[in-house]
């Protein structure tokens, strides 16, 4: 069974700085897709960025970026220039590539606070 | 804009009573999830449905059930609530895997039982 473990139970940085975020998973699986959401303190869960394990270019969606590493199964999300807004739970998740009508399988999850 | 909605987000019930959790997309998607999330464990699938009147089981079925008679909404049901069953649920949904793998999430509602 697919099992994702995310280390850090809290971290936090200060505003306009750096931070990673890790993720390791564990699949015997070839394709597959990988997975950083955020769910703010309003609660509301939103996809932050994704990768599909067959691309080795790393995915970036504007200051968030993701460094894949498919042979050591570890998938680490990057906050450039952290903004206050970015204080939220973030999940890392696991879907098998066209399987089981895309069940994805969740991280424990890191909350993250920004300070000003 | 994807729009899931759940019918409320806040709960209070009392031990015993059948509760009835409410998801509606906007979006024609034919998959919907029902996760619960609590402190510590992350999200855990309850039940997923990929197609009205389909249900399946997922990680954690114990105590609850669902129904999907029409494709944009699915209901969690539980039965007779216990104290064990205080949690925040999430619905989520998704188009078929083939096509898109993004799963859209509600607002979650926050239950608590007595």
């Known amino acids: 069974a697919q099992t994702v473990t995310q280390s850090q139970p809290e971290m936090s940085v200060q505003e306009a700085e750096t931070v990673t975020l890790s993720c390791t998973y564990d699949?015997?699986?070839?394709?597959?897709?990988l997975f950083w959401y955020k769910q703010p303190p309003s609660r509301q869960m939103i996809l932050v960025i994704r990768?599909?394990?067959?691309?080795?270019q790393n995915a970036t969606e504007n200051r968030f970026s993701v460094n894949f590493q498919k042979a050591a199964k570890s998938f680490s999300l990057k906050i450039s220039d952290s903004q206050l807004g970015d204080t939220a739970m973030y999940f890392c998740?696991?879907?098998?590539?066209?399987?089981?009508?895309?069940?994805?399988?969740f991280g424990k999850g890191t909350k993250l606070s920004v300070k000003p | 804009d994807v729009k899931v909605t759940q019918s409320s987000r806040y709960l209070v019930k009392r031990t015993g009573e059948k509760v009835f959790l409410e998801c509606v997309q906007d979006?024609?998607?034919?998959?919907m999830f029902w996760y619960r999330q609590d402190p510590g464990l992350g999200l855990r699938l309850i039940y997923f449905?990929?197609?009205?009147?389909?249900?399946e089981k997922g990680d954690i079925p114990e105590g609850y059930s669902v129904s999907r008679e029409k494709k944009e909404r699915f209901s969690l049901i539980l039965e007779s609530a216990s104290t064990n069953q205080t949690s925040m649920y999430l619905c989520?949904?998704?188009?078929?895997?083939?096509?898109?793998?993004?799963?859209?999430f509600g607002p979650g509602t926050r239950l608590l039982v007595l």
């Open positions: 989520a949904s998704s188009p078929p895997a083939a096509y898109q793998e993004t799963q859209y």
């Open positions: 699949t015997s699986e070839n394709n597959y897709y």
């Open positions: 990768q599909e394990a067959y691309k080795q």
């Open positions: 998740a696991f879907m098998n590539y066209g399987g089981s009508q895309g069940n994805l399988i």
């Open positions: 979006m024609d998607h034919e998959n």
């Open positions: 449905s990929y197609d009205v009147k389909m249900k």
